[in-house]
């Protein structure tokens, strides 16, 4: 006998309607950084890429990844 399912609770998942090369490049992203990465395309070739840090520990870490100084005040 097989069992109904339920409905999951929560938010609804919405599709990614990014396209591959997106999801494909924010992965890299996430994987290179080791944090959080989220690339969101707002019309046509604009957007954003949001890069999450825990502390500022991991801030000096992800800037001295992309190969920059953080200065410290």
């Known amino acids: ?5 339920t409905p999951k609770r929560g938010r609804p998942s919405h599709p990614d309607l990014r396209s591959p090369n997106i999801r494909a490049l924010e992965e890299q992203l996430r994987r290179h950084l080791q944090t ?3 690339i969101t395309v707002v ?13 500022t520990d991991d801030l000096q870490r992800i800037i ?5 100084t953080l200065n410290r005040q």
């Open 1 to 5: 006998a097989s069992t109904p399912k």
């Open 64 to 68: 001295e990844i992309v190969g920059l």
């Open 36 to 38: 959080d990465v989220s």
């Open 43 to 55: 019309s046509g070739h604009r957007g954003s890429i949001r890069i999450a840090f825990y502390s």
